[in-house]
């Protein structure tokens, strides 16, 4: 017999924040099952996020190449940022785009939000193709350093498809961007 959605929700008992950082805050909540049992959950905490498919006036894609700690590797992906508290995903997309890439963008088209990892992360990243671009000066932050790269729709299939272009956010985007 198929469960009725109210049959599937967690009851939170309890919640004690464990970090909190410049970019995410940890926590670990106590919540009860639909059976009565109760665990354990840990809830990394994010602020948002936005990323971008830049497209040039002759059909190239804009790409970033830089280091991802995490994963400790050079990866290769459409421009992405956190939100900034109060901002909106639009303005964040135009922000980023100018930062990381230096284009400017005359058309922004929302693709949709999405849950990065829903198992244990609240961030959602808002997905954007930006058109219309017009070139200015690229400003990255302090901290970031990026090589901003452009290649044509066929040349982004084949790097997917060979598993360079290998993020989540950048696959999702690319391919409802319709590269």
């Known amino acids: 017999m198929p469960h009725t ?5 967690e009851k939170p008992v309890s919640s004690n924040r464990l970090f909190e950082g410049k970019i ?5 909540d106590e919540v009860m099952l639909p059976n009565g049992r109760t665990v354990t ?3 990394v905490e994010h602020p948002g996020a936005v990323a971008v498919v ?3 006036k002759t059909g190239q894609v804009v790409l970033v190449r830089q280091f991802r700690h995490p994963v400790g590797r050079i990866i290769l992906e459409v421009p992405a940022g956190k939100l900034d508290r109060n901002e909106k995903p639009e303005d964040c997309a135009l922000r980023e785009l100018a930062e ?3 284009f400017v963008a005359n ?3 929302k693709l949709t939000s999405m849950y990065t990892t829903p198992g244990f992360s609240n961030e959602v990243i808002h997905l954007y193709l930006a058109e219309d671009l017009v070139e ?3 400003r990255p932050d302090e901290d970031e350093f990026i090589k901003t790269e452009q290649y044509t729709p066929e040349q982004i299939r084949q790097m997917i498809r060979s598993g360079e272009i290998c993020d989540a956010k950048s696959l999702v985007a690319l391919c409802l961007a319709g590269i």
């Open 5 to 9: 959605e109210i049959d599937l929700y």
């Open 24 to 28: 995410i805050n940890l926590r670990q």
């Open 41 to 43: 959950r840990e809830v």
């Open 54 to 56: 830049p497209i040039t």
């Open 100 to 102: 990381e890439t230096g």
């Open 107 to 109: 058309k922004l088209h």
């Open 136 to 138: 200015s000066d690229q």
